[in-house]
């Protein structure tokens, strides 16, 4: 008898939770390799592979099926966008108002929608879109074996399927965080205006003098790093998809979720280091 048999007879009950270690560790180690292959391969999408990321970033960006028929991805963060953001002027109002200061409602928007609130919404959008459409995909194509296809007939199928889909998302997230950023804004200003009916002068002013330009920047260097985190996460959960079409739904929730998780530590870690002894704020104006 070999010493695992001997372990799952006399200690079933390690011996079970001692292989549920081993495969966890197997899985990080296959991930971990995964993605680095996934990153080497970008110099092989961008130069073998130009025509299936540029139809990659139309898929993402117009979307496709019945995400096209309501504008796609930029109308799903856009709408997500002004919904949080205008969550955030009611809010903060409310609570500034409460101690006399609610001209400073648009220092909120400047300042918070810019550092966290964008950026957090952006990571559940994209997660929500363009990142378990990956996962859909792909897990499509393993499940009728069309990736062993691509093999067979000798095209790397990582840099094909998983890198242009990564070198995409992060292409299509600047102009879509764009629209994001500026809807944000928009709507803030709106339901502070519109419908608490504070000036628009006293608005502004405050919003300008609290607006940093600069970390308008550092937000999108935050997204852009977050939604390669979500593109990997995504497109190994799909590229690794087993158990016909219910295993590849189980594979979106999996990847949803993970890659969710993924993000807000994304975002906190590198929020920390952007703005975590940062000197530019002065409570002024």
């Known amino acids: 008898m070999t010493l695992n ?4 007879q006399r200690f079933p009950r390690s011996a079970h939770r001692l292989g549920d270690l081993r495969s966890g560790w197997r899985r990080l180690g296959d991930q971990t390799r995964f993605y680095c292959q996934t990153l080497r391969s970008l110099v092989d999408a961008f130069t073998h592979y130009k025509a299936e990321i540029l139809r990659q970033v139309a898929a ?28 955030l002027a ?3 109002y409310n609570q ?29 959008a994209f997660a929500a879109t363009i990142g378990a459409g990956a996962t859909a995909q792909l897990g499509a194509m393993r499940i009728n074996e069309e990736i062993d296809a691509l093999e067979v007939m000798g095209i790397r199928t990582i840099a094909y399927l998983a890198s242009t889909r990564l070198a995409a998302g992060v292409i299509v997230v600047v ?3 764009c629209v994001a950023l500026l809807l944000g804004y928009y709507s803030g200003e709106v339901i502070t205006t519109a419908f608490y009916g504070q000036s628009t002068g006293v608005y ?10 600069a970390d308008a920047l550092r937000s999108f260097l935050v997204t852009v790093i977050e939604v390669a985190v ?5 497109t190994y959960y799909g590229f690794t998809a087993s158990g016909g079409p219910a295993g ?38």
């Open 230 to 234: 979500i593109m990997l996460v995504h």
């Open 96 to 124: 500034l108002s409460q101690v006399g200061v609610e001209a400073l409602n648009g220092f909120a928007s400047a300042f918070v929608n810019t550092r966290l609130v964008t950026p957090c919404t952006g990571a559940v």
């Open 248 to 285: 590849v739904g189980e594979a979106v929730g999996r990847a949803t979720r993970t890659s969710l998780i993924a993000a807000v530590f994304v975002i906190l870690f590198v929020t920390l280091a952007l703005y975590g002894q940062t000197g530019t704020f002065n409570f002024a104006g």
């Open 90 to 92: 009611s809010q903060g």
């Open 60 to 87: 993402m960006s117009l979307g496709t099926g019945s995400l096209a028929v309501i504008g796609g991805t930029a109308a799903v963060v856009g709408f997500l966008t002004m919904s949080t953001s205008g969550a």
């Open 5 to 8: 048999q001997v372990l799952h």
């Open 175 to 177: 102009p879509l965080y």
């Open 204 to 213: 502004t002013h405050y919003f300008d003098t609290f607006f940093i330009p």
